[in-house]
């Protein structure tokens, strides 16, 4: 199928307490960059993201946001210091015999000291964190190319409306070319008719193929039809493979440019040259449209 280099996609999972979301966006580019911006904490799997982007995408400029954050459920266990307790009872006692004092000091009162009861967070397996983190990594580029193809299929289409307009205009020059050449002769010979008119002189047949021959030499795009038959074929089979094509119809649509301006060059009739005018365009909108193509 045909995909488009622009395209988006997110997803978010909930595992072992903690939220991943992934983000991905997309814009044209020559090659595949990829920037990855990860929570510090999960940095370590960047070259991971990394990979598992290449599987998804060959071609683009891919942003890729990656965060996690507890989901407001408990995520760790309590611990009791005990050496810190002891030594805060050490003290208060020391403090009550020194001062003359009752030690009031209840259980419940010990519990809110600092750090004698400390939450700690239960440390996941790197391997248990990755994989809820590829869970959430793989659905987000699995919206995000099915994104692209669906704006890939619009691209498509628009394209192959566009080779139907360029074969209309190939064909348009093709039926007209040869009589450009049957209407020089006609007008060259009524020409030299008109001149040698007053001497009764006989017109040289020879001659006037001769100068017809140079004419159609100039004027002849047979071979820019053919191989613009040929490229519009190509292009049109490219579509329907799919895949990522976007470099060789890009080269094809150059191909094509190159074909239509020497075509354009050898026009000697007005409506040949607006017919060989508008072929350029309509293959310029294709050049630009085949830069959105993966």
Not at 77 to 83: A, F, M
Not at 262 to 276: E, M
């Amino acid at each position: 199928m045909i995909r488009s280099m622009t395209g988006f996609g997110r997803c978010e999972i909930s595992d072992n307490n903690k939220k991943y979301t992934v983000e991905i966006k997309a814009v044209n580019h020559r090659y595949l960059e990829l920037n990855t911006k990860l929570q510090k904490s999960l940095a370590c799997f960047d070259v991971a993201v990394r990979n598992v982007a290449k599987e998804y995408a060959e071609r683009g400029k891919v942003d890729i946001f990656v965060s996690m954050e507890d989901d407001g459920r408990l995520s760790g266990k309590v611990r009791y210091n005990k050496d810190i307790a002891v030594q805060y009872m050490n003290y208060l006692r020391e403090m009550a015999d020194e001062f003359g004092l009752e030690n009031d000091v209840r259980l419940s009162n010990l519990s809110r000291y600092p750090d004698v009861f400390t939450m700690e967070d239960e440390s996941l397996d790197e391997d248990e964190q990755w994989k809820s983190l590829e869970k959430c990594l793989r659905g987000a580029f699995e919206n995000f190319v099915a994104s692209r193809v669906e704006e890939g299929t619009n691209l498509k289409n628009d394209l192959l409306s566009k080779l139907d307009i360029m074969k209309k205009n190939v064909e348009t020059i093709e039926e007209r070319s040869p009589r450009i050449i049957e209407e020089y002769r006609k007008k060259i010979t009524e020409r030299i008719e008109e001149l040698l008119a007053p001497t009764g002189a006989q017109i040289d047949e020879g001659r006037i193929i001769t100068e017809v021959t140079i004419f159609a030499d100039k004027v002849c795009v047979d071979e820019e039809i053919v191989r613009l038959k040929s490229h519009i074929e190509s292009m049109r089979q490219c579509l329907e493979k799919g895949d990522s094509c976007g470099r060789k119809l890009d080269f094809i649509a150059q191909e094509m440019n190159r074909e239509a301006n020497t075509t354009l060059s050898k026009a000697n009739d007005l409506f040949l040259s607006d017919t060989a005018i508008e072929l350029k365009s309509v293959i310029e909108k294709i050049r630009e449209q085949v830069q959105n193509i993966e």
